[in-house]
């Protein structure tokens, strides 16, 4: 079992609706990312959480520390919100460790 | 300013033989960083520095893998005697200081490594 797990690997939606990722993980943490990955290899980063909840535009983050889950939401999608979408860990344990999931590929279609 | 650079952005390489990769970091980020990310898999972390100290490098796959940051800004990644399991993508990543958890680590677009 991955320590970061996300759901659904793979997600295609029309151009407009709401769509949800998620991400769930084993270990302990003290903060979370989500990251948008475009065809080539380009990533950036979108949120970073440790509580609570986020908003950018279109883009809205949440954590439930207790439940170790995080939500992305994109409201109003639209075509080039295409991209993998990547939950990344920074774990309590240990020096340093940066935990990714597999990422989540999402085409909307127009 | 200009982002994180990595060069070469791709390249093959034979069986056995040693590649170098390099990362430019953006001006003055403290915190610098390496991943691999194999085809269709997320990024894997292989190392981390602060300024020229390598503080961590339990990500590295083996001991063919070295990298270095002398002067704590342009990185470089070796590969030796390279094997066909080492294909991948490999990013970079910088942030500003060495407070990892509340930081934005900015990518580079990745060397894309085949080694046939």
């Known amino acids: 079992k991955n320590e970061v797990e996300q759901s659904p690997q793979n997600l295609t939606a029309q151009e407009g609706e709401f769509i949800t990722i998620n991400c769930s993980y084993s270990v302990g943490i003290s903060a979370l990312h989500w990251l948008q990955q475009h065809p080539g290899g380009g990533i950036v980063s979108l949120f970073m959480l440790s509580s609570g909840k986020k908003k950018h535009g279109r883009l809205i983050a949440t954590i439930n520390i207790q439940e170790k889950h995080s939500s992305l939401h994109i409201t109003a999608s639209h075509p080039r919100d295409s991209a993998v979408y990547i939950c990344?860990?920074?774990?309590?344990?240990?020096?340093?460790?940066?935990?990714f999931g597999t990422g989540t590929r999402l085409k909307v279609l127009a | 300013g200009a982002g994180v650079s990595q060069s070469p952005r791709y390249k093959v390489a034979k069986r056995g033989q040693d590649v170098a990769l390099r990362c430019d970091p953006i001006?003055?980020?403290?915190?610098l960083f390496w991943y691999q990310q194999a085809l269709g898999q997320g990024p894997e972390f292989l190392t981390y520095f602060q300024n020229e100290a390598q503080l961590d490098k339990s990500g590295l796959p083996s001991d063919r893998f070295f990298a270095e940051r002398p002067e704590g800004s342009v990185s470089t990644l070796k590969i030796q005697r390279t094997q066909q399991e080492d294909s991948a993508v490999y990013l970079c990543a910088s942030s500003l200081r060495g407070t990892l958890q509340q930081e934005t680590q900015y990518f580079g677009p990745g060397t894309r490594l085949l080694v046939l």
């Open positions: 001006s003055g980020h403290v915190s």
């Open positions: 990344a860990v920074v774990t309590t344990s240990g020096t340093y460790k940066y935990i």
